[in-house]
């Protein structure tokens, strides 16, 4: 299971960014996630529960969007966006595709409350 992995990076980066604008407590993450990048969601945010305790994102959700996959089409050479794992052309139903990233996994978001204001996304 490699999302344990993948989350103490993200507390990691979390940390970082809230000591650098002083902020005490995280309240939300959000992560962006290519559809190749082989993470479950719900793996991630199990992981993200337990690993964060004890740090300033104790008790933050963790949210994750999976982003469509980008690529072309070998057959009809169509460039295309797949919003789910079936791979398939939407136009000319070929198999044979191209794709152009969809292994990325960014943290687009952090939300906390810096000395008791608003949430803020930075």
Known sequence: MHETALVAGILR??????????????????????????????????????????????GAELVVETLPARGTCRVCGRRILLHDRRWV?????????????GNEMVIAGIE?????GNPQWT
Do not use: K
């Not at 959000?30 to 104790?58: K, N």
């Not at 052309?89 to 990233?101: I, K, N, Q, T, W």
């Not at 906390?112 to 008791?116: L, S």
């Open 112 to 116: 906390a409350r810096a000395n008791g």
């Open 89 to 101: 052309c939407p136009f000319c139903a070929s198999r044979d595709l191209c794709f152009e990233g």
């Open 13 to 58: 980066i979390v940390e970082e960014e809230a000591a650098t604008h002083g902020v005490r407590r995280v309240a939300r993450v959000r992560v962006q996630v290519g559809p190749l990048a082989a993470v479950e969601p719900r793996t991630l945010a199990s992981c993200f529960e337990i690993y964060a305790e004890g740090t300033c994102a104790d």
